[in-house]
């Protein structure tokens, strides 16, 4: 285990539904992201908070939404996902946002159909 | 802007010869720079950084990347390759902070390396 878990692994979704994936650090970390992951490109960085405010976030379509209720939770709520959202969806965490490593949850596999 | 570039979709290699996976970068100043593992069904590891100093960084499990900033390069090394090092390696890279900077890392696409016994 690498102290950031999260839920669930794995998980089906329709196009209609609304469903969240959840990250939890117990590093004592500062700052949490979201990161999907395609196959063969690069991991996209999706948004950054530090100390439960958004500091980053990236062109991402409004269809998802973080969520940062305190500094060891992350969520990503997800509402009318599209085909081509289907992904790994990392969540990591480290000391600040400076140069620190990040330390990666094992991810969520998100399929949309 | 920054960004990575690693130019090999994958890397083969037999088990005991040096193995090199090739990361190339571009920042607006000077760089932060790691590599990331990862191993099927896992989230990213940490491997190794370089920040400042030494421009040769020994990392985790045998591994070690040099700096070379005039052909802006931070190439993975390992001297004996071992079938457990079969993975997707990550190279990553981030402008040097300041207020106005990005605050994360900019991540390549992945070499999957594979060694075989």
């Known amino acids: 285990e690498t102290g950031v878990t999260q839920t669930p692994r794995h998980l089906v979704m329709g196009m209609t539904n609304k469903k969240s994936l959840k990250c939890e650090q117990h590093l004592g970390h500062n700052a949490m992201y979201w990161y999907k992951q395609s196959a063969k490109k690069p991991l996209e960085l999706m948004f950054v908070y530090s100390l439960e405010e958004r500091v980053e976030n990236n062109s991402v379509p409004s269809r998802f939404s973080p969520e940062c209720p305190n500094s060891s939770h992350l969520f990503l709520h997800l509402h009318t996902l599209q085909p081509e959202d289907s992904a790994l969806y990392l969540c990591?965490?480290?000391?600040?946002?400076?140069?620190?490593?990040?330390?990666f949850g094992a991810g969520s596999r998100l399929t949309v159909l | 802007a920054q960004s990575v570039a690693q130019p090999e979709d994958q890397v083969n290699v037999a088990e005991g010869n040096p193995l090199t996976v090739k990361c190339t970068y571009s920042?607006?100043?000077?760089?932060?720079l790691f590599w990331y593992v990862q191993y099927p069904n896992r989230g990213l590891q940490f491997l190794l950084k370089?920040?400042?100093?030494?421009?040769l960084v020994k990392g985790s499990y045998g591994f070690e990347a040099e700096f070379n900033k005039s052909q802006t390069s931070f190439h993975l090394k390992k001297p004996s390759a071992l079938v457990s090092d079969s993975a997707l390696y990550f190279c990553a890279v981030r402008d040097i902070p300041g207020d106005t900077g990005r605050r994360a890392l900019t991540f390549g696409s992945g070499t999957r390396l594979q060694v075989q016994p």
């Open positions: 920042v607006s100043g000077n760089p932060y």
């Open positions: 370089y920040i400042t100093g030494d421009n």
């Open positions: 990591a965490s480290s000391q600040d946002t400076g140069a620190n490593v990040l330390t």
